[in-house]
């Protein structure tokens, strides 16, 4: 997507400084960004620190993933994230942002047994957390829940392919949608959740030839993580993208070693402070 507005330099507060205040970003600009055959960038996000850096460097969606369980919370995965654990990060990051559309993910077991009991959640994650939509895992069997969710006024961004949520079910993290009969049912869930309403679908962990089938099928974008380069955009989990952990899977480039620079600045500062060298004078009060 473009930037209709350039997103200001970092930490130039904006609005009453003379610096414009970037358009927020929002359903129509997804469906625009298809037709225009302009890649759609989505990160996630899980404080107002890192919010704040991804929208000023023009990143569309901010993703409050569940894997905030895994990245942040220090949980083996995803399952065990509550909805009282997702509402701060999401209004962190939700206050930071000026531009992207925050997506908060609706976290396992807050959901899936109705499209009310979706809705009760997601007006938590709107109202609570600011959220402008939200994400929520499954094919067909949510489509009832993106129908009414998108009927009350709340934008849902789908998930297909590997859905963390039900690692149990799949038997770990699999490639999904591999053969032609696997290949097709994964279309037609994206199909049945277009119809539903959702404004656009995550394809985590698809074979890029089917990945690309269903951004061909659909009139929403697909957003894929490890899905090839046959998506309308794609999303990675900031800290893969970022080189925070010694392990990142495959299909996460490492952008950069942000891990490493912060390792550096605390080895540094912890010298500094052993050898009496910080505080200087600059940092002290006279008086
Ligand atoms: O929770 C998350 O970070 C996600 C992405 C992997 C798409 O769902």
């Known amino acids: 997507m473009s930037e209709q507005t350039p997103a200001p330099a970092p930490s130039q507060p904006g609005g009453s400084s003379g610096v414009p205040v970037p358009k927020r970003v929002r359903v129509h600009h997804l469906v625009q960004s298809k037709e225009r055959g ?119 961004v789908g998930h297909l392919g590997f859905t963390p949520q039900s690692e149990n079910v799949l038997g770990g993290a699999r490639v999904q949608g591999r053969g032609d009969e696997a290949a097709e049912r994964l279309v037609q869930d994206a199909v049945a959740l277009q119809e539903a309403g959702a404004v656009a679908v995550v394809l985590e962990m698809v074979p890029a030839p089917v990945a690309a089938r269903a951004t061909e099928v659909l009139h929403i974008p697909t957003i894929g993580i490890g899905a090839g380069d046959g998506c309308d955009g794609q999303v990675l989990v900031w800290t893969d993208m970022a080189g925070m952990t010694a392990w990142a899977p495959r299909f996460a480039k490492k952008f950069g070693d942000v891990g490493g620079a912060l390792y550096t600045a605390a080895r540094t500062y912890a010298q500094a402070v052993r050898e009496r060298t910080f505080p200087g004078p600059e940092h002290s009060f006279a008086e």
Do not use: W
């Open 38 to 156: 302009e890649q759609i960038t989505m990160l996630t996000a899980y404080d107002a620190v890192t919010g704040r850096i991804f929208d000023e460097a023009g990143i569309d969606m901010l993703l409050v993933g569940d894997s905030i369980g895994n990245t942040m919370l220090g949980y083996s995965g995803t399952i065990p994230v509550t909805v009282d654990e997702m509402i701060p990060p999401v209004r962190a990051v939700a206050s930071a942002s000026r531009r992207a559309m925050v997506v908060a993910d609706l976290p396992f077991g807050s959901y899936e047994d109705s499209p009310q009991h979706a809705f009760a959640t997601a007006v938590r994650m709107m109202k609570e957390g600011g959220a402008h939509a939200v994400k929520l895992e499954g094919g067909r069997r949510v489509a009832a829940h993106v129908q009414l969710l998108t009927d009350s006024g709340i934008p849902v």
